[in-house]
Every structure is written in structure tokens, then in C-alpha cells.
């Protein structure tokens, strides 16, 4: 169990070393000087050369890399070239937005999923298999961000029961959850569908077999045999796949903040692009790599706790 | 299947087509015939600087099949060979570096990185396929190896090692057909996840560039006029869900057709 966790921590660094390199020297292939871009035509060259000492432009490649690294690891995510403040602080800011999205479409993910997937798998071949099946493969080839304009046109331009986009802030936590429930009903539609047939199939495998029709001949009902022996050991598939899915949350976003105008990480790593603001882009997307290697080592260790066989194997 | 076949075979075929002929030149724009409702002349109306919305849907085609085909292509050229490579060395440090470097590449946000990508090299038709294609590389050769695992142990496989033919001849001569089934399920599944990749990416403006028409650039177009012309934001986004729903239906019916295992449990 400790060498399995060791194992997995050390190729979890290994997996961020590489992406840090990775993106470090992709970024370096841009052309442009920010420290004159920030400076503007007519800077002095020893201002725009004391600004390039300033935010670490100086020195080799291997150099500043290891600077940024270093930094990193302390916080500092380095200074934006454009907005000009620490962009650690942007991204606190941002997360406040990008966490809560994430979150909110993870939790209508599962309860969307669960009982669809349960009500598939139990009345297999029947119309409401067939219906949930059907459901879950239009969910699937949905675009979020087609879906997402979607509910915008029906909730908002025609309805008006909500905003078309932007984000009130959480000083009024109500408009704030109402500013996240369209982004996040469009994210979690694809994810739920996918969760969903992931579920069934597991259920429907887990239910042919032989200690389910034992707990049924020992009496329980169909109901008790289904949550508490089936659902668990259908439980391993479904944490493995919702770990990936977090993922596609995260990316997801930048594509759904971009279609409702939320100012989370997504937006903030878009507009870095547009603006040549490389190091937010580099910094930003080093946090989200981050975030999706922690959160797939969690998930693997979650599922080596909850299958004994597992931890004796590995 | 069938259903997949078909609507499949409709965009592929408006998509060839639009290479040829479209009804009305794409490139031409016609203020004064902008945002028209579907007549004889525009089956499907205009666009908002009056472009034929069946031309701009049938070159929208093409330009998402395209992206999507040869980034399925970059994944199964690259992707496959590797994992037969890995297969044939099972076991020995050739398979443990691919393998390793294959975990690497999953443990990436594809779709962030797919951004970065596009987003330094410059947004365009090419950027987008190379950034869907690198996620493609590991995909096929975990399917690869993973289908020729169990092959290697087979007597036919023995037989021919027996006869003195070297790995990488028995891999492409005995192991490739038998896991080509296993292949074209998984390039029907990855080319409908490109189709939805490059429609992300194009709607975020950093797919195919103007002018060149595409279903993601219409869409993030329409989005500006919602409140004005709902209309425009329909089709191209029922054109991403028919399309990618065609080619999953396609893929779901051929992976039951190729595996007789599979044919039981069908529900």
C-alpha cells in the first residue's frame, strides 16, 4: 500500500516535471519581447532592459526556467505583463469563480447520472433503458458551448429568467449560484451522459453476478441488493471515470466562461492569449496540469482504498 | 448502425461535395441579403453579411471532417506502430518508455493544452489538427497494444516467430489485421471526438480562420446576435450533434458487428 502510494507520487512529479518543462520551452517559442510590449513604441532601451531584469526575462533558458520553477513552488506565479499585478493574486480571484463552477457541475453530474444509470441497468431492454440510452447518446454529441447557447436563447432571451452572462459577485451568494446554474447545467449535460452509460454498464455486469442472486435468495429486497452490493462495486469504473472527467470539467470551462462571460481561470487563461500575456498562460495552465494529475492520483488512491483486492495486489 | 451509416454518409457526402460545388460562393458576401428565412433560392436562409447557410453548412463539413480526418490520421500513423512496438518488446524497457510516455500525454488536460498549442504557433486549420492529433498518438497505442498482447501468444504467432520472421515483420504481417477491427472501432470514436474538438476550437477562434467556413466560427458569430437572429445559431450546432452522433451510432454498431462477443449482450 506505501510503496504502491510512493510509485504513484513519484510518477505523478515525474508527470509535472515534464509538463512544466513542456510548457516552459512552448511558451519561449513565441516571438515578442513583453517587457517592450508592456513599455510600449517609444521606451528607452536600458528602461525596457531594467524591466526585463525585473520580471525575470534575463539570463539563459535553463536559468529561468529553474526561476520559475522556483517561484512556483513559493507562490509567486510571476507578474502579469499586461494587468501588472502578481498573477498569483489573479488567480485567487479567478478560482473563487473556476472552483464553485467546477464543483457545482460535478455535483449535477453525479445526481443526473446515478439514477439515470440505475434506472437503465435495473429495467434493462425496457422502455426506460432504451429512453435513458437514448437521451444519454444525443447528450454525448451535444457541443456544451452549442448546449450552453441554447439555454442562454431559451432562459434568457426568451424567458428572461436569468442574465445572459457575468458574474455578480459572491457578496450575493443567491445571484451568484443563479450566475453559475446555466455554465453549469451546460458542462455537466455531456459529462452526466457519459457517467451515465459508464454506470449502467458496470451495474448490469456487477448484477449478473453470483453474490447479488445470493443476497437476493437470502432476502433482500431488489431495491437493498441493488444500493448496497451493486452500486459499490459498480462504485470503482465510476470514480475512475469521473476523476478523468474532472479534467474535461476544467477544460470544458474555458469554453463555457468564454460563453457566459465568467470571469474564472478559463477566461483569464483566453484573454492571456489574446493579450500575449504569456506568463498568466504559463503560470495558469501549469495550475491546471497541476490540479488534473492531483486530482487523478486522489481519485486512484480513493479506488485502491474502496477495492481491497486492489491494495493487496499492488 | 445503419442510422450512423446514414448520417454519416450525408455530411461526408455534402462535405466532397462542397470541394466541387456549393450552391451559392461562400466567399461572396450579399448585405442586402442578410438574415433571409429559408426560400427556393437558400433552402436553409442567409447568414448575417448574406451567405448561403447550406454552402457556409456544406463547407463547414468539410472543414471539420478534414481537421478531424487527419488528426485521426496523425494518431493512427504514430499511435499504432508504437504500440505494436511496445507489444513486440512487452515487458522490456522499449515498452516501458512508450507506455510511460503515453501515461504522460494522458495526464494532460488535452483540451487546455490543445488551446496552448494553438494559442503560441498561432491560431489556424493546421495548429487545430496538430493539437487534436498529439492526444490521438497515445489513444491508438494503448488500443494497439492492448490488442496485440494477447495475440503474441498464439500459435500462428509462434509458428511464425519459428520460421525466423523478425517482430516487426510478424507485426505488421500477422498482428495488424487481427487488431484492425479494434483499430477502425476506435478511429470512428476518436474522429466524432475530433469533429467536437475542432468545433471547441474554432468557436473559441483558434481553429480555421476566416474566411474559411466552419461550424465552431459560425456558432461563436451567432452567439453576438442571439437576442437579433436566433436563427443562425440552430443549424451549424445541429450539424456538430448529427454529424457526432452519426459517427458514434457508426461506432457502436460496428464494435457489436466485429466482436461476436459482443452481439450477446446487447441490449
Known amino acids: 500500500m506505501v510503496r504502491m502510494i510512493l510509485t504513484r507520487l513519484a510518477s505523478m512529479a515525474a508527470s509535472l516535471l515534464v509538463a512544466s518543462v513542456v510548457i516552459f520551452v512552448m511558451l519561449q517559442a513565441v516571438p515578442g519581447d513583453p517587457a517592450a510590449f508592456m513599455l510600449g513604441l517609444n521606451a528607452q532601451p536600458d528602461t525596457v532592459a531594467a524591466l526585463r531584469a525585473d520580471l525575470g526575462l534575463e539570463g539563459g533558458l535553463p536559468q529561468r526556467y529553474l526561476a520559475w520553477v522556483a517561484e512556483m513552488l513559493t507562490g509567486d506565479f510571476g507578474t502579469s505583463y499586461t494587468y501588472r499585478v502578481p498573477v498569483a493574486g489573479l488567480v485567487v480571484d479567478r478560482i473563487g469563480v473556476s472552483a464553485p463552477l467546477a464543483a457545482y457541475a460535478l455535483i449535477l453530474t453525479v445526481v443526473i447520472a446515478v439514477p439515470a444509470g440505475l434506472l437503465a441497468a435495473t429495467r434493462r431492454g425496457r422502455p426506460s433503458d432504451w429512453g435513458v440510452m437514448g437521451a444519454t447518446q444525443l447528450g454525448i454529441a451535444v457541443p456544451n458551448f452549442w448546449f450552453a447557447m441554447l439555454l442562454v436563447l431559451v432562459f434568457a432571451v426568451k424567458l428572461r429568467w436569468v442574465s445572459a452572462g457575468g458574474f455578480p459577485g459572491w457578496s450575493d451568494p443567491v445571484a451568484a449560484l443563479g450566475a453559475l446554474t446555466l455554465p453549469a447545467v451546460a458542462l455537466a449535460l455531456p459529462q452526466a451522459s457519459i457517467l451515465a452509460r459508464v454506470l449502467r454498464g458496470a451495474l448490469i455486469d456487477t448484477l449478473d453476478q453470483d453474490y447479488i442472486r445470493t443476497a437476493r435468495a437470502k432476502g433482500l429486497s431488489r431495491r437493498a441488493t441493488t444500493i448496497r452490493h451493486a452500486l459499490r462495486n459498480a462504485a470503482i469504473p465510476v470514480l475512475t471515470i469521473l476523476g478523468l472527467q474532472f479534467s474535461f470539467l476544467l477544460a470544458g470551462a474555458i469554453i463555457i466562461e468564454n460563453v457566459f462571460f465568467l470571469p474564472g481561470l478559463g477566461r483569464l487563461i483566453f484573454q492571456g492569449i489574446t493579450q500575449r500575456d504569456l506568463i498568466v498562460v504559463q503560470s495558469v495552465t501549469m495550475l491546471l496540469v497541476f490540479a488534473v494529475v492531483a486530482v487523478t492520483f486522489a481519485v486512484e488512491l480513493a479506488y485502491t482504498l474502496a477495492d481491497p483486492r486492489l491494495r493487496r495486489g499492488a | ?267
Do not use: C
Not at chain 2, 442578410?34 to 447557410?53: A, E, K, Q, Y
Not at chain 2, 504522460?104 to 493544452?113: H, N, R, Y
Not at chain 2, 498482447?149 to 520472421?165: Q, S
Open chain 2, 1 to 267: 448502425m445503419r442510422i450512423g451509416a446514414v448520417l454519416t454518409a450525408i455530411f461526408a457526402l455534402a462535405a466532397l461535395t462542397s470541394v466541387v460545388w456549393v450552391p451559392h460562393d461562400t466567399d461572396v458576401l450579399d448585405i442586402s441579403q442578410r438574415n433571409l428565412g429559408p426560400s427556393v433560392l437558400h433552402l436553409f436562409g442567409t447568414d448575417h453579411f448574406g451567405r448561403d447557410m447550406l454552402s457556409m453548412l456544406m463547407a463547414g463539413a468539410r472543414t471539420s471532417i478534414a481537421v478531424a480526418l487527419v488528426a485521426v490520421g496523425i494518431g493512427v500513423g504514430l499511435g499504432v506502430p508504437l504500440g505494436l512496438l511496445a507489444a513486440a518488446h512487452s515487458g522490456g524497457w522499449l515498452d516501458e518508455v512508450i507506455m510511460r510516455g503515453n501515461d504522460l500525454i494522458f495526464a494532460f488536460p488535452s483540451l487546455v493544452i490543445a488551446i496552448l498549442i494553438t494559442a503560441v504557433f498561432g491560431p489556424s486549420a493546421l495548429n487545430a489538427i496538430l493539437a487534436i492529433g498529439i492526444f490521438n498518438i497515445p489513444v491508438f497505442a494503448r488500443v494497439a497494444r492492448g490488442g496485440a498482447l494477447p495475440l503474441w501468444t498464439l500459435d500462428y504467432v509462434m509458428a511464425a516467430r519459428v520460421a525466423g520472421k523478425g517482430r516487426i515483420l510478424i507485426s505488421a504481417q500477422h498482428i495488424l489485421p487481427n487488431i484492425a477491427n479494434l483499430l477502425i472501432v476506435q478511429a470512428t470514436i476518436q474522429f466524432s471526438l475530433g469533429i467536437l474538438a475542432e468545433a471547441a476550437l474554432s468557436y473559441i477562434g483558434l481553429g480555421a480562420q476566416p474566411p474559411t467556413p466552419s461550424w465552431g466560427r459560425m456558432l461563436a458569430d451567432a452567439q453576438t446576435m442571439i437576442y437579433t437572429e436566433p436563427q443562425l445559431a440552430l443549424l451549424p450546432g445541429l450539424a456538430i450533434v448529427f454529424l457526432v452522433l452519426g459517427l458514434n451510432l457508426l461506432g457502436d454498431g460496428l464494435r457489436d458487428a466485429l466482436d461476436p462477443r459482443l452481439r450477446r449482450v446487447r441490449a
